[in-house]
């Protein structure tokens, strides 16, 4: 008799986010068996069960991979650039870190959908990576990096970010506020012809009216 409450195929699989078929082929494999079976012959687990699976996937998948990012905004900062990568090989020599990949991108901390930095938070997300390193936070991304520190945290990468002030030039700063400018400007001119068309349109429903009711 099982002393702990058993939970069906369909919770087991949500819980360890894979789909029941996952499961039936792990029983074959005899990676997961269930604790018991229904009259039914339905499956069977217990939370316990599957958190000590959880913690082996874990265990057998541990991040393994050194990262040090760097960015700049454009071109033709490609200097800042290599001054950005600089400090952090000096940084990783120093701390006897080795085997640490380095990632070197132009483009907008405004800007999720960079090539590289989408390649590096795929990674993550396959939990390869063990660190992260960064001169500064705002390398990875201009707004929302406590989201990213997160989303790194919960699939076993550390972030460890230098604070090197020097290597957030001020120009850098200017375009992405420009760029957000730009941005709701844009919305703003077309909120605003949404409003006039919108007005139009009203404008013309109301004299057809008026026309409809002098016919009358």
Known sequence: MLMESTISTGKAAKLLGVSVKTLQRWEREGRLIPVARTDSNRRLYTETQIREFIGLRQANHAPTKLVAYCRVSSAAQKPDLADQRKVLEEFVVAKGLAGVGFIEEV????????????????????REVRMLILAHRDRLTRFGFEWFEHYAQTHGCEVLVLNQERLSPEQEMVQDLMTIVRCFSSRLYGLRNYRKKLNEALKQDANDVKKAQQCN
């Open 107 to 126: 483009g907008s901390g405004l800007d999720f959908r960079r090539k590289r930095f989408l390649a590096l938070m795929d990674e993550i997300g396959r």
